[in-house]
C-alpha cells in the first residue's frame, strides 16, 4: 500500500463531501464528542486541555461535522465544545440530540415529552451559543410518549427557527417514515458497525430518500474492535489497524454513510482521520460481508 496510514491526512480527504439537507456540505468522516466528558459519559472530562485539544486538532485536520448531545456529561459535552471552538468557524456543523436524560452515572431514560424537548432544545442553544442548531436529532423514541407528539415538538421548534434541521436516532423505517409525514427528515443516527447490521433496513431506507445515515457505536466492540479473521488479515494486508479498517468498510458501505468515530486521544484522533485514505478492494468488502 503506498499511503502512510499513521499519518494524519489533509483537509481535502476524509471520505468526499455530503450535503446534508440540501444546504449543509460537511466531510463525510466526522467527530463524535461523546467520549469528552468523564467516565461512563459523566461529568466533566479528566483533562480539559486534553479534550480542548482535540477538538481543534478535528477542525485541524478538516473535519467539519461534530456530534454530540444534552446527555453527555449531561450538559457537559455542549459546553467543553462552546469553550474549545466558539466562535465557531464557517462551514462547521454541530449537530446535538435532545429525548435522553441521565438520572444517574451509566443510567439513560428517555423523555420525549414535548415540554421536556422544548426545554432540551433551550438549554443546547444556551451551551452552544448558538440561535439556531444546525441538526437536532430526537435521541431516541419514548415508549410513554406517542411518537409522533415528539417529531411535532421538533417540527414546532424547526418552524420556529430554532432548529435549521430535524434527525431521529434509534429509530425504526416505520418510525421514520412517520417522522416524515410531519417534518422533513435529513438524518439518522443508529448503532451500526461490521458486527451489528441490524439497522441495514434503515440504511437503505436512507439511501432511497437521500437521508444521512450516521452510525453511532462506529467501531464496535470485542473482535470487531481489536481485529480477528477476515478484519485482521485485511488490515495486516494494508498496514493498517482493525479499527482503520473498520472505519473505511462504513465509508465504502454506503455514499450517505456519515461515521462519526470518538476518542479522546489527538494520536486514535488522527488514526481513524488517516483511515478515510485506505482504499478497500472488492474482495475486502466481500470478504468482510
Known sequence: M???LKMPMGANDLGGTYTIGGDMTVRRLGFGAMRLCGPGVWGEPRDPGAAKQVLTRALDLGITLIDTADAYGPE?????????L?????????????????????VWEPDGRPEHLRA???????????QRIDLYQLHSPDPRVPFEDSVETLAELWAAGK???????NVSVDQLR????????????????????SSDDVLAECEREGIAFLP??????????SGSGALARIAERHGATPAQVAIAWLLARSPVMLPIA????????????????????????????
Open 216 to 225: 453511532w457505536y462506529p467501531l464496535g466492540s470485542g473482535r470487531h474492535a
Open 262 to 289: 470518538g476518542t479522546s486521544s489527538v494520536a486514535h484522533l488522527e488514526e481513524n482521520v488517516a483511515a478515510a485514505r485506505l482504499t478497500l478492494s472488492e474482495g475486502d468488502m466481500s470478504a468482510l460481508g
Open 163 to 169: 432548529i435549521r434541521h430535524v434527525g431521529l436516532s
Open 120 to 130: 432540551a432544545c433551550e438549554g443546547s442553544l444556551t451551551r452552544l451559543r448558538v
Open 86 to 106: 466558539y466562535p465557531y468557524p464557517p462551514g462547521l456543523v454541530i449537530a446535538t440530540k435532545g429525548g435522553l436524560t441521565r438520572p444517574g452515572p451509566g
Open 2 to 4: 503506498n499511503v502512510d
Open 76 to 84: 457537559v459535552n455542549e459546553r467543553v465544545i462552546a469553550d474549545a
Open 178 to 197: 412517520t417522522a416524515r409525514h410531519i417534518v422533513p427528515i435529513v438524518s439518522v443516527q443508529n448503532r451500526y458497525n461490521l458486527g451489528d447490521r
